[in-house]
């Protein structure tokens, strides 16, 4: 009788551990979604893609590039971008560009609007009342510009930025940079030749120290970044932060996607199993709350956006 109770419960055993085992997609799912919420990382495009271009003809932006940048504010958006048309100089300058709806786009007619120096993969915060650019320059060396009015930008300078113990970085390029400001601490995220994401931080946004002395976002062992990547955008939703980054599996670089990484305190981060979110060669992706969801740009090589998608 004994024999036949402990085989009974061995076999309830069995079944409660089958049953556990069998919820584990279920939870894996949801933590999942807890983690990358589908309004973050579900696009689809826009019927009318692209919605900016370069002009195709003899002018100054004949050609567009990585990374433009959208803000908006009150009823518009602005947007900024790197133009360049190679016939004529080799230097890349900075032009600007409004919208009502975020689709339809005037370029300003004073274009470009800055002209004194290289301008190229820009980003732009607003912080107390002044916008500051934190872009690269020639041989891709990042420098950042101030303006008060989204037009007329001050150059300040390029950045300086000091290893873990204070002393300079090595010499080289340092490049997209991508910033984030809370609690009085400036967050400066930045490549070296986009083989990795490094983050230095900065009280007065003039000097930056690096975090640590490695990359807190690297390349790989995923196939799709495992040849380069860089971060474009980092965003806080519900408590969490987000990093939008491009990335491409290949050497020589080309067929550039669009992916996303969460972190908790923007040193660890954890990338979508998913990735990319955006393939076909169209990167540098940002997100822009538009005061109902969350959009999705694509800025290189040309301007497109995506809408939130329940279809995935």
């Not at 195709?56 to 048309?85: H, P």
Request: proline share 6%.
């Amino acid at each position: 009788m004994m024999k036949k109770y402990y085989i009974g419960i061995f076999i309830l055993l069995l079944s409660v551990s089958a049953c556990s085992k069998k919820s584990l997609p279920g939870k894996n799912a949801s933590l999942q979604t807890q983690e990358f919420p589908p309004e973050l990382v579900h696009f689809k495009p826009y019927k009318n893609n692209p919605v900016f271009t370069g002009t195709g003809r003899d002018t100054w932006d004949r050609t567009i590039r990585e990374r433009g940048y959208i803000l908006k504010e009150g009823d518009s958006f602005s947007m900024w971008y790197t133009g360049y048309n190679e016939d004529r100089e080799d230097t890349h300058y900075l032009g600007y560009a409004t919208s009502a709806d975020g689709i339809n786009w005037t370029r300003y007619a004073d274009n470009p609007i800055f002209k004194k120096s290289w301008v190229e993969d820009m980003m732009i915060v607003k912080h107390e009342g002044i916008y500051y650019m934190f872009a690269e320059g020639r041989n891709d060396i990042a420098h950042w510009l101030t303006s008060i009015d989204k037009i007329h930008w001050k150059e300040q300078g390029p950045l300086d930025i000091r290893q873990s113990d204070g002393k300079p970085i090595s010499p080289g390029p340092y490049g997209t940079p991508t910033v984030w400001i809370e609690n009085g601490k400036w967050y400066l995220f930045y490549e070296r030749n986009d083989l990795g994401v490094w983050l230095a931080t900065s009280t007065d946004h003039k000097t930056w120290t690096n975090v640590q002395d490695e990359p807190v976002l690297k390349m790989g062992p995923t196939v799709y970044d495992q040849k380069g990547l860089a971060l474009n955008q980092v965003i806080k939703y519900k408590g969490k932060y987000y990093g939008y980054y491009h990335a491409t599996a290949y050497d020589p670089w080309r067929d550039w996607t669009t992916n996303v990484a969460v972190s908790d305190d923007l040193i660890h981060w954890k990338k979508y199993p998913h990735n990319p979110i955006v393939s076909g060669n169209k990167s540098s992706g940002i997100t822009v709350f538009d005061g109902k969801q969350f959009r999705l740009y694509t800025m290189h090589p040309d301007v497109r956006v995506y809408f939130p998608s329940k279809d995935k």
